[in-house]
């Protein structure tokens, strides 16, 4: 019933309300935000973790996905702890590799989030339905961190954690809060966060075709 009711939902959405969130991105496509927002709809949900564990989380994410990719014309769906450019403060997390460390912006993601947003897999690959203790980086901080050396199974720490992630893959970089700033350190993570007590969700979806208006 709820995978149902959740495809009726969406399915309003994607005939009235157009490209929604990403709307206003259209006119910005020509300056190159490193991502494409032109047939993406977006919508912000947020998960009460007060009776959800780790594993009821991840059913929903599983139960989200689906239900968005049995709407008539969707091509792909993703989920993401935030968007590129729809904050001017996103959330920020300290990763090392050996004796440097640097601050970058992290998204938490799931499903086919890159397809949707039309971000290119560089080198490597995006994340396994079921992995958790692995890391994809943005071509900036591939740079930064390993100059022309391979990115590829090496592994980062991220700050909180006791446990490196290994890295299998990287992806172009996106603007993150403003179109005119130069790109920033950028890493991705499987979304399987397990502590938090709210946990905001944006929901990606991609369509063969939507109506703009």
Request: aromatic share 6%; proline share 4%.
């Amino acid at each position: 019933m709820l995978l149902v009711t959740f495809q009726l939902a969406l399915a309003v959405v994607l005939t009235t309300a157009g490209v929604l969130c990403l709307k206003s991105f259209l006119r910005l496509s020509d300056v190159g935000p490193g991502f494409e927002a032109k047939a993406v709809v977006a919508a912000q949900l947020v998960v009460r973790r007060s009776q959800l564990n780790l594993e009821g989380f991840l059913a929903l994410q599983a139960t989200i996905l689906e239900a968005a990719r049995g709407v008539p014309n969707v091509d792909s769906a993703g989920l993401a702890s935030q968007l590129p450019l729809l904050s001017k403060s996103q959330s920020h997390l300290f990763v090392r590799r050996g004796s440097m460390h640097r601050s970058c912006v992290f998204f938490k993601v799931a499903g086919e989030y890159f397809r949707t947003m039309g971000m290119s897999v560089l080198s490597g690959r995006p994340f396994a339905d079921s992995e958790s203790r692995v890391a994809i980086v943005g071509e900036t901080m591939a740079r930064q961190f390993w100059g022309s050396q391979n990115a590829l199974g090496d592994h980062l720490l991220m700050d909180g954690e006791k446990t490196p992630r290994e890295v299998i893959g990287v992806v172009n970089d996106v603007k993150t809060s403003e179109m005119s700033q130069d790109p920033e350190s950028q890493v991705y993570l499987p979304d399987n966060r397990s502590n938090a007590a709210t946990v905001p969700l944006t929901l990606v979806v991609g369509a063969a075709e939507i109506a703009v208006l």
